[in-house]
């Protein structure tokens, strides 16, 4: 054969492969088309009972029609019937999950979370979780360092809806981990654990490790664990990591003990760092101590935007005081008007009350 008609030869095979290969693609997308279509028509009767279930009506009869539902059915269905699990609350719930359990869905959850896929394993932690099934919290912390980002997230998310303390310090841990979840995701998960967590979480303020030791500090004031506060006092005053004396600095703001008062005074010093000034600054407006009002007044003129902005809105939270100052403030500086650091006291008050000026404004027009 010559070198041409080789070249001929190839090209007819090319173009038959490219032919057979089109046929493939467009016969798989017909054949998938096909198949959800079909889901779609077995899932919509079942579909009007899951919604009506969300909707409060808790009928006897519809929830044994949904407990009877061929399996075939059942998996047409299934995914929306994961999705309302995660957002009804009260009663739709409760029946939602006595469906899932009769259906033995927490069985074939349990049984789905080794699978190679990841999407298999992401919606049976998903599945888990929504049910609240305690007896999953080993097997779900185990997933918080699977190779998925997905799943990690997933898992995590649903630790914190199981609501088992015993999730602390594995979710803590993957902070610090090759395989870390994402710092938010943790501390929500935490959040939802509640004061329960709130042993572990003490303890992991000594843990070596930055990360963890900021988001323990965090989460302790997101739950309210006002019998934490010395101990946080002393990450304020005392961690050698900024993240750390920040994380502990709100936290003191949002318990709002009398005693959180020296040591967010104490980090106000203009040798500390700017960033730790502006969040001990704010967490003094949400302590709520007039007696903060002087030294956050002296803060109006610093030369860091940030803390001086921080000041003026936390003397706004601590109330007629607070006002007073913000307005003496802004009057001072018809005293003197060539003093820089007088105006700018005066231009961040007059910030302050302005936007204190409109939020009242916007209060009034609220019927």
Request: a positive charge.
């Amino acid at each position: 054969m010559t070198l041409a008609g080789a070249a001929v030869v190839a090209l007819a095979v090319l173009l038959v492969a490219a032919v057979v290969l089109g046929g493939l693609i467009v016969g798989g997308r017909a054949v998938r088309r096909a198949r959800e279509t079909r889901r779609a028509k077995l899932a919509q009767p079942a579909r009007r009972l899951l919604l009506a279930i969300a909707a409060g009506d808790d009928d006897p009869e519809q929830v044994e029609a949904l407990v009877r539902l061929p399996d075939e059915v059942w998996q047409a269905v299934e995914p929306n019937a994961i999705a309302l699990l995660g957002k009804v609350r009260g009663e739709a719930h409760t029946t939602l999950v006595d469906v899932f359990e009769r259906r033995g869905a927490a069985w074939r959850a349990r049984s789905q979370l080794r699978r190679r896929d990841p999407v298999a394993r992401a919606q049976a932690a998903e599945v888990l979780g929504s049910l609240g099934r305690k007896d999953a919290l080993l097997p779900l912390c185990d997933l918080l360092a699977d190779p998925d980002p997905d799943v990690r997230v997933v898992a995590a998310r649903s630790l914190g809806r199981i609501g088992d303390a015993g999730a602390t310090q594995p979710l803590l841990a993957t902070l610090a981990s090759r395989r870390m979840v994402p710092q938010q995701v943790v501390a929500t998960a935490l959040t939802r654990l509640g004061t329960a967590a709130q042993g572990a979480l003490l303890a992991s303020l000594d843990d070596p490790r930055v990360p963890i030791r900021a988001t323990a500090a965090e989460v302790l004031g997101l739950i309210g664990a006002a019998g934490a506060t010395v101990r946080v006092e002393s990450a304020l005053r005392a961690d050698p990591s900024i993240d750390v004396r920040i994380s502990a600095a709100r936290t003191l703001g949002r318990l709002g003990t009398r005693t959180a008062l020296a040591p967010l005074l104490d980090a106000l010093g203009p040798d500390r760092p700017v960033v730790l000034r502006a969040e001990a600054a704010k967490a003094l407006g949400e302590l709520g101590a007039v007696t903060a009002a002087p030294a956050l007044t002296v803060l109006l003129s610093d030369v860091e935007y940030v803390v001086a902005h921080n000041a003026a809105r936390s003397l706004l939270r601590l109330g007629g005081a607070g006002r007073a100052a913000l307005a003496a403030a802004e009057h001072r500086a018809e005293a003197a008007p060539d003093d820089p650091h007088v105006l700018l006291a005066a231009a961040h008050a007059r910030e302050a009350l302005a936007a204190a000026e409109l939020d009242d404004h916007r209060r009034q027009l609220v019927p």
